[in-house]
Protein backbone atom coordinates (compact mmCIF):
# COMPACT_ATOMS: atom_id res chain seq x y z
CA UNK A 1 0.00 0.00 0.00
CA UNK A 2 1.34 3.01 -0.79
CA UNK A 3 0.84 6.54 0.00
CA UNK A 4 -2.55 7.28 -1.74
CA UNK A 5 -4.16 4.33 0.55
CA UNK A 6 -2.74 5.70 3.77
CA UNK A 7 -4.35 9.20 2.71
CA UNK A 8 -7.49 8.24 1.34
CA UNK A 9 -8.13 6.16 4.79
CA UNK A 10 -7.04 9.50 6.61
CA UNK A 11 -4.02 8.61 7.84
CA UNK A 12 -2.09 11.18 7.37
CA UNK A 13 -4.31 13.86 8.85
CA UNK A 14 -3.13 13.19 11.83
CA UNK A 15 0.08 10.77 11.55
CA UNK A 16 2.11 11.55 14.45
CA UNK A 17 -1.48 11.03 16.76
CA UNK A 18 -1.21 7.74 18.67
CA UNK A 19 -4.85 6.86 19.18
CA UNK A 20 -5.47 5.68 22.71
CA UNK A 21 -7.11 2.49 21.30
CA UNK A 22 -3.31 1.09 20.95
CA UNK A 23 -2.03 1.60 24.12
CA UNK A 24 -5.43 -0.09 25.48
CA UNK A 25 -5.05 -2.77 23.49
CA UNK A 26 -1.02 -3.24 24.59
CA UNK A 27 -2.42 -2.45 28.36
CA UNK A 28 -4.82 -5.14 27.68
CA UNK A 29 -2.85 -7.67 26.05
CA UNK A 30 -0.03 -7.20 28.83
CA UNK A 31 -2.01 -7.74 31.75
CA UNK A 32 -3.89 -11.11 30.36
CA UNK A 33 -1.18 -12.47 29.01
CA UNK A 34 2.03 -11.23 29.85
CA UNK A 35 4.20 -11.59 26.84
CA UNK A 36 8.16 -10.77 26.61
CA UNK A 37 8.38 -10.58 23.02
CA UNK A 38 5.46 -9.81 20.57
CA UNK A 39 5.17 -9.21 17.01
CA UNK A 40 2.86 -7.49 14.76
CA UNK A 41 1.86 -9.01 11.33
CA UNK A 42 1.16 -6.16 8.95
CA UNK A 43 1.77 -3.35 11.28
CA UNK A 44 1.20 -0.39 9.47
CA UNK A 45 3.17 2.45 10.60
CA UNK A 46 3.90 0.56 14.03
CA UNK A 47 1.53 1.87 16.72
CA UNK A 48 1.43 -1.15 18.77
CA UNK A 49 4.85 -1.77 18.12
CA UNK A 50 5.32 1.57 19.74
CA UNK A 51 2.66 0.99 22.93
CA UNK A 52 3.91 -2.01 23.38
CA UNK A 53 7.66 -0.67 23.39
CA UNK A 54 6.87 2.37 26.12
CA UNK A 55 5.31 -0.70 28.43
CA UNK A 56 8.73 -2.22 28.13
CA UNK A 57 8.09 -5.16 26.01
CA UNK A 58 10.29 -6.36 23.06
CA UNK A 59 8.14 -5.32 20.43
CA UNK A 60 8.51 -6.16 16.39
CA UNK A 61 6.38 -5.70 13.70
CA UNK A 62 6.07 -6.11 9.63
CA UNK A 63 3.57 -4.68 7.17
CA UNK A 64 3.73 -5.74 3.11
CA UNK A 65 3.62 -2.04 2.40
CA UNK A 66 7.41 -0.05 2.44
CA UNK A 67 5.86 3.12 2.08
CA UNK A 68 4.53 1.96 5.90
CA UNK A 69 7.27 0.93 7.37
CA UNK A 70 9.59 3.76 5.67
CA UNK A 71 7.66 6.55 6.36
CA UNK A 72 6.26 5.88 9.92
CA UNK A 73 6.55 8.99 12.44
CA UNK A 74 7.30 7.06 15.44
CA UNK A 75 10.81 6.31 16.83
CA UNK A 76 11.03 2.55 16.30
CA UNK A 77 12.00 2.35 13.13
CA UNK A 78 14.72 -0.42 13.48
CA UNK A 79 11.69 -2.73 15.10
CA UNK A 80 9.76 -2.58 11.58
CA UNK A 81 10.71 -4.22 8.67
CA UNK A 82 9.18 -4.32 5.02
CA UNK A 83 7.92 -8.51 4.84
CA UNK A 84 4.50 -10.06 3.39
CA UNK A 85 3.11 -12.57 5.72
CA UNK A 86 2.13 -14.88 2.65
CA UNK A 87 6.14 -15.23 2.17
CA UNK A 88 8.78 -16.22 4.69
CA UNK A 89 8.61 -13.73 7.80
CA UNK A 90 11.07 -11.12 8.46
CA UNK A 91 12.13 -12.11 11.82
CA UNK A 92 13.63 -15.57 12.91
CA UNK A 93 12.58 -15.59 16.45
CA UNK A 94 9.84 -17.09 18.08
CA UNK A 95 7.67 -14.57 19.76
CA UNK A 96 5.11 -14.90 22.91
CA UNK A 97 2.46 -13.23 21.15
CA UNK A 98 2.00 -12.98 17.51
CA UNK A 99 -1.08 -10.40 16.53
CA UNK A 100 -2.75 -9.27 13.10
CA UNK A 101 -5.17 -6.93 13.17
CA UNK A 102 -7.14 -6.20 9.83
CA UNK A 103 -4.68 -7.67 7.94
CA UNK A 104 -6.39 -11.50 7.06
CA UNK A 105 -9.44 -10.15 5.24
CA UNK A 106 -7.29 -8.72 3.11
CA UNK A 107 -5.38 -11.76 1.52
CA UNK A 108 -7.30 -13.96 -1.17
CA UNK A 109 -8.49 -16.96 0.09
CA UNK A 110 -5.40 -18.93 -1.69
CA UNK A 111 -3.06 -16.49 0.90
CA UNK A 112 -5.03 -17.39 3.77
CA UNK A 113 -3.27 -20.81 4.35
CA UNK A 114 0.75 -19.15 3.91
CA UNK A 115 -0.10 -16.69 6.03
CA UNK A 116 -1.20 -18.16 8.67
CA UNK A 117 1.16 -21.08 8.39
CA UNK A 118 4.08 -18.66 8.60
CA UNK A 119 2.67 -16.77 11.47
CA UNK A 120 2.09 -20.04 13.50
CA UNK A 121 5.99 -21.02 13.24
CA UNK A 122 6.49 -17.39 14.26
CA UNK A 123 4.87 -17.38 17.91
CA UNK A 124 3.29 -19.32 20.47
CA UNK A 125 -0.20 -17.44 21.46
CA UNK A 126 -2.37 -15.18 18.67
CA UNK A 127 -4.47 -12.82 17.92
CA UNK A 128 -6.03 -12.14 15.55
CA UNK A 129 -8.33 -9.57 14.79
CA UNK A 130 -10.82 -9.93 11.54
CA UNK A 131 -13.62 -7.81 10.18
CA UNK A 132 -16.09 -10.79 9.38
CA UNK A 133 -18.59 -10.91 7.40
CA UNK A 134 -21.57 -9.51 9.32
CA UNK A 135 -19.56 -6.58 10.70
CA UNK A 136 -20.96 -2.99 9.78
CA UNK A 137 -17.34 -1.63 8.45
CA UNK A 138 -16.67 -4.61 6.42
CA UNK A 139 -18.29 -2.87 3.33
CA UNK A 140 -16.46 0.29 3.84
CA UNK A 141 -12.96 -1.07 2.86
CA UNK A 142 -12.87 -1.60 -0.38
CA UNK A 143 -9.12 -3.73 0.04
CA UNK A 144 -11.19 -6.46 1.99
CA UNK A 145 -10.82 -9.41 0.03
CA UNK A 146 -11.76 -12.71 2.03
CA UNK A 147 -15.74 -12.52 3.30
CA UNK A 148 -16.40 -14.85 5.77
CA UNK A 149 -18.49 -15.52 9.15
CA UNK A 150 -16.37 -15.68 12.38
CA UNK A 151 -16.90 -19.59 12.32
CA UNK A 152 -15.67 -19.95 8.94
CA UNK A 153 -12.51 -18.28 9.73
CA UNK A 154 -11.92 -19.89 13.45
CA UNK A 155 -12.45 -23.12 11.11
CA UNK A 156 -9.78 -22.44 8.55
CA UNK A 157 -7.84 -21.55 11.49
CA UNK A 158 -7.78 -24.38 13.19
CA UNK A 159 -7.50 -26.21 9.99
CA UNK A 160 -4.20 -25.34 9.95
CA UNK A 161 -3.43 -26.51 13.28
CA UNK A 162 -3.90 -23.81 15.79
CA UNK A 163 -5.95 -24.41 19.02
CA UNK A 164 -8.55 -21.85 19.76
CA UNK A 165 -8.71 -20.17 23.22
CA UNK A 166 -11.53 -18.22 24.52
CA UNK A 167 -11.61 -14.84 23.73
CA UNK A 168 -11.65 -12.62 26.94
CA UNK A 169 -14.82 -10.48 26.94
CA UNK A 170 -13.06 -7.41 28.31
CA UNK A 171 -10.54 -7.81 25.26
CA UNK A 172 -11.03 -4.31 23.52
CA UNK A 173 -13.12 -5.15 20.11
CA UNK A 174 -13.62 -9.06 21.37
CA UNK A 175 -16.30 -9.26 19.37
CA UNK A 176 -13.41 -9.61 16.36
CA UNK A 177 -11.07 -11.37 17.73
CA UNK A 178 -9.91 -14.85 17.41
CA UNK A 179 -7.36 -16.02 20.38
CA UNK A 180 -5.60 -19.07 19.94
CA UNK A 181 -1.60 -20.69 20.46
CA UNK A 182 -0.12 -23.89 18.94
Known sequence: FRLEYW???GYFKDRN???PKFFAD???IIKEYNPESVLDAGCGMGQRVLAF???GVQAWGFDISTFATMESPFPIAEKLRQGDVTKKIPFVDEFDMVMSYDLLEHLSEEQI???LQNLKASGKKFIFSICFEN???YPLDLTHKTCWPREKWEERIKSEGYKLLPVPQSLPFAHQMV???K
Do not use: G, Q, R, Y
Request: charged letters at 35%; proline letters at 5%; aromatic letters at 10%.
Open 113 to 115: TPA
Open 7 to 9: DDI
Open 135 to 137: DKN
Open 26 to 28: AHF
Open 53 to 55: SLF
Open 179 to 181: VCE
Open 17 to 19: KME
